[in-house]
């Protein structure tokens, strides 16, 4: 099976590292001392702290394959500061046409989406629908409730 490419920026890349590096090397010491410590408590059929352990364990080793694989998968990309058009990496002004409400975004990746902190993915409804367009353009979002329009004012 080919693992699909991650599209990360270098923030992003160095984020899924510092998260690995703090699994293999401080969580998964405390989840193995906890182990060894449920271990000391006997029979293991009714040792509730140990199946608990194990299962921490489980779940930590699933989450380090899993960020091991992005970052190996990982493909770096970079905002250009003379963009034309909106790209990954693009941070983008717009305009809500029928709201007149101005809203700036930052398009990532999908594994750095954050709509929170403002970084939407490319493939979200808004980011895929502006990708490629150039300022001054106005674009055309499907959305549940009809079809919702944006002008982009201006591409960082």
């Given at each position: 099976m080919s693992e699909k490419e991650v599209l990360l920026t270098k923030e992003g890349l160095e984020k899924l590292e510092a998260k690995l590096d703090y699994l293999k090397n401080v969580k998964r010491i405390e989840?193995?001392?906890r182990i060894k410590v449920a271990l000391g408590f006997g029979d293991l059929?009714?040792?509730s702290e140990y199946e608990d352990a194990k299962n921490e364990q489980a779940m930590v080793e699933g989450q380090i394959v899993d960020l091991e694989a992005k970052i190996r998968n990982a493909r770096l990309f970079?905002?250009?500061?003379n963009a034309t058009t909106v790209d990954i990496g693009s941070t983008v002004r717009l305009l809500h046409v029928a709201r007149n409400i101005e809203m700036e975004y930052t398009i990532v990746g999908s594994i750095e989406s954050d709509p929170a902190n403002r970084r939407i993915s490319n493939e979200s409804p808004l980011g895929g629908a502006i990708i490629?367009?150039?300022?001054?353009e106005v674009v055309q979002?499907?959305?549940?409730k009809g079809t919702l329009e944006y002008k982009i004012l201006e591409i960082k």
């Amino acid at each position: 099976m080919s693992e699909k490419e991650v599209l990360l920026t270098k923030e992003g890349l160095e984020k899924l590292e510092a998260k690995l590096d703090y699994l293999k090397n401080v969580k998964r010491i405390e989840v193995a001392q906890r182990i060894k410590v449920a271990l000391g408590f006997g029979d293991l059929s009714e040792n509730s702290e140990y199946e608990d352990a194990k299962n921490e364990q489980a779940m930590v080793e699933g989450q380090i394959v899993d960020l091991e694989a992005k970052i190996r998968n990982a493909r770096l990309f970079e905002a250009t500061s003379n963009a034309t058009t909106v790209d990954i990496g693009s941070t983008v002004r717009l305009l809500h046409v029928a709201r007149n409400i101005e809203m700036e975004y930052t398009i990532v990746g999908s594994i750095e989406s954050d709509p929170a902190n403002r970084r939407i993915s490319n493939e979200s409804p808004l980011g895929g629908a502006i990708i490629g367009h150039k300022e001054g353009e106005v674009v055309q979002v499907p959305a549940p409730k009809g079809t919702l329009e944006y002008k982009i004012l201006e591409i960082k």
